[in-house]
């Protein structure tokens, strides 16, 4: 009987423990995570140029080597070299875009009286079906809540947005300090990387040194891979929009190519942000084949994308194409559109370092 009864209080003791942890979790969770994200959203703010830094490093890192082992530049000289020939590419490809938006939104203007005509005639003829419709039906009633959810949704949408530019704005000067402070750090990150790990590898004792080093060197070489992968989908992206632009006589399929494939970067929408309102607009102005074949091209290159990634980012990161499909989705359902990123990338993180932990020394 006593052994039962110390059994019972020890199950009692295990349980309280649970229960007390869980509940101190629930209370740090609900009173703490407001205060804390705000804290973590300004460490993120304030070693984000060191991390740009850290990641032009890995990508460069080849560029470098290039021009030093080629035309023997001091390091210093050939991370300048590379640091005006990326920054001379970059600054080419957003002026292509800005000049070819600047050309479609001014024959967007030209067009305007012709577009407001036909939204007006759509609008009465959307007019004339929904008295026609049945105001009590389930059915009626589940698509007016789900108009009135998407249209308050894309407000908050809008507004968040105009509040983004107006802080933008606010913040220039923060953001013109930001962006120096980065070039700098990627001037001496890039320079001095040899030395930098060195750096962060004796922070460990010695005998983990070795260990260290390869977590170090892994880590940024997954980075770096799952970067060159991003750049690969965004090629494919640029590639195919410039021959179907192309295949439809768009004017400018060459900019425009361009501006889709970097709309690639966006989260979600992507491509879309362009293609949508593109297919609308053609639409609405009565070029029904555009329109349509603009809407099919989206899914095209949704489907073209969602086939690849896993494959691709993959093969960067070293990991078999269902695991990365499966952190994608994990990453997805836990942290949202920025889980995407997240899921294999800390996955691969996670891989590297338990290999390594198993590895002798």
């Not at 942890?21 to 304030?46: A, M, R």
């Not at 024959?107 to 939204?119: D, F, N, R, S, V």
């Not at 090629?235 to 889709?260: D, N």
């Not at 093969?315 to 994608?328: C, F, K, Q, V």
């Amino acid at each position: 009987m006593k052994v039962s009864r110390d059994s019972l209080i020890d199950k009692l003791l295990k349980v309280s423990i649970v229960l007390i942890i869980s509940l101190v979790l629930y209370l740090l969770i609900y009173y703490l995570v407001p205060s804390l994200g705000k804290v973590i959203g300004t460490l993120i703010f304030l070693i984000l140029p060191f991390v740009i830094a850290m990641l032009c490093s890995v990508l460069t890192k080849p560029l470098v080597g290039f021009f030093t082992d080629k035309f023997r530049m001091p390091r210093s000289l050939a991370v300048l070299v590379m640091m005006l020939l990326v920054l001379g590419i970059f600054i080419t490809f957003l002026g292509i875009i800005i000049a070819r938006l600047v050309v479609l939104f001014a024959a967007l203007a030209t067009k305007l009286p012709q577009i407001g005509e036909t939204i007006q005639k759509w609008f009465s003829q959307l007019q004339i079906f929904y008295n026609s419709l049945d105001k009590q039906s389930e059915v009626f009633i589940k698509a007016q809540e789900w108009l009135l959810s998407f249209s308050e949704t894309v407000g908050n949408a809008v507004g968040n947005g105009a509040s983004g530019v107006i802080d933008f704005i606010s913040g220039t000067p923060i953001a013109v300090f930001f962006i120096f402070v980065t070039l700098v750090a990627i001037f001496f990150w890039c320079r001095d990387d040899a030395k930098i790990e060195n750096a962060l590898c004796r922070l460990v004792s010695s005998k983990h040194a070795t260990k260290a080093r390869n977590i170090y060197r892994s880590c940024g070489e997954i980075v770096g891979g799952y970067c060159r992968a991003q750049l690969m989908l965004i090629s494919v992206t640029m590639l195919i929009s410039i021959i179907v632009y192309s295949i439809l006589k768009v004017e400018g399929a060459f900019s425009l190519g361009l501006l889709t494939g970097l709309l690639d970067l966006l989260p979600v929408l992507g491509p879309g942000t362009l293609i949508v309102p593109w297919s609308v607009y053609e639409l609405l102005t009565g070029n029904l084949f555009v329109g349509i074949s603009l809407l099919v091209f989206y899914a095209v290159i949704v489907i073209v994308r969602n086939v690849l990634e896993p494959k691709i980012v993959g093969d960067s990161l070293g990991m078999h194409p269902l695991l990365t499909l499966a952190a994608i989705f994990v990453g997805m359902k836990l942290f949202g559109v920025v889980g995407l990123i997240l899921g294999p990338i800390v996955c691969a993180l996670a891989l590297t370092v338990y290999r390594a932990s198993k590895k002798p020394i």
